[in-house]
């Protein structure tokens, strides 16, 4: 049997880039997965085809992250429909950047409601379905830690609230055998950090130890790691996946 047999995951995000990953290597794992996206419904429904192939069942959510109702709605359908909700993964995200002077309050309140109020009333939400064994992953981003150039101010201060996030859940889950952990990806090819984007991917590259860009795939194996029984004991960590970047 496979690792995650008889589970059920909601990917926040997983039309695309990392979330899709994470969602079709849960359901490879053997987990059923319900994936959110905001606009890209004709690629959501695409994942959760392809995910339906594979014998899982598969759920396409539209739920924009930002809407204060949206996240609990998503996490109440996916427990409704598949009967149970074991893995909460928070990845759905923005990339604001910028001078600045030109960040606005809107932008503030936005980004802030994606990344961390979203994730937050997630969490809480998933907590009353999830049982013993109950996962909850976020993907925050290495640029948490560490900021190398200008421009990102917003997107690093929303990114470092989640290791907050992580720590406060893995205390209020804990006893319930719930576990919370932070994954920080570092430069990955995706739509919003495409590798061949010439002279932008190329400083990126220059400021890792591996001299590349980091994979969707390879976000979404420690992902899996964590979702399944050998990440059982592992709960309130960060692990920062970002080819050597932040070394
Ligand atoms: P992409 O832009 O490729 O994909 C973003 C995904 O998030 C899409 O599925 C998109 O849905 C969804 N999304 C965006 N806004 C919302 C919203 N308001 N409500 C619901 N879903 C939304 O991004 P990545 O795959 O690169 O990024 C995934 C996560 O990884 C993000 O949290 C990002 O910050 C983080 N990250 C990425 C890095 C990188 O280099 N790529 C580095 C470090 C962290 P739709 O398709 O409908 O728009």
Excluded: C
């Amino acid at each position: 049997t496979l690792p995650l047999s008889g589970k059920a995951a909601l990917v926040t995000g997983g039309s695309r880039g990392i979330g899709a990953a994470v969602a079709r290597r849960l359901a490879a794992d053997g987990a059923d997965v319900a994936l959110t996206y905001v606009s890209a419904e004709g690629r959501a429904k695409e994942v959760a085809e392809d995910i339906r192939a594979t014998g899982r069942r598969a759920l396409a959510i539209q739920a924009d992250s930002a809407s204060a109702t949206d996240p609990v709605e998503a996490v109440h359908r996916t427990a409704r429909e598949f009967g149970r909700l074991d893995i909460l993964v928070n990845n759905a995200g923005i990339f604001p950047n910028g001078p600045l002077a030109d960040v606005t309050v809107a932008e503030i309140d936005r980004t802030l409601a994606i990344h961390v109020r979203a994730a937050l009333l997630g969490a809480q939400a998933a907590a009353g379905h999830m049982t013993d064994g109950g996962r909850i992953v976020t993907i925050g981003s290495n640029l948490a830690e560490r900021v190398p150039g200008p421009g990102i101010t917003l997107y690093a201060a929303s990114k470092s609230a989640l290791s907050g996030l992580t720590r406060g859940l893995a205390r209020d889950l804990g006893a319930r055998g719930i576990t919370a952990n932070l994954v920080q990806p570092g430069s990955t090819d995706t739509e919003m950090n495409p590798a061949d984007s010439g002279a932008r991917a190329d400083a990126q590259r220059a400021l890792s130890a591996l001299g590349r860009y980091g994979t969707p795939e390879g976000i979404a194996a420690i992902v899996a790691h964590l979702a399944g029984p050998d990440g059982s004991g592992t709960t309130g960590s960060v692990f920062t996946v970002d080819g050597g970047t932040n070394a």
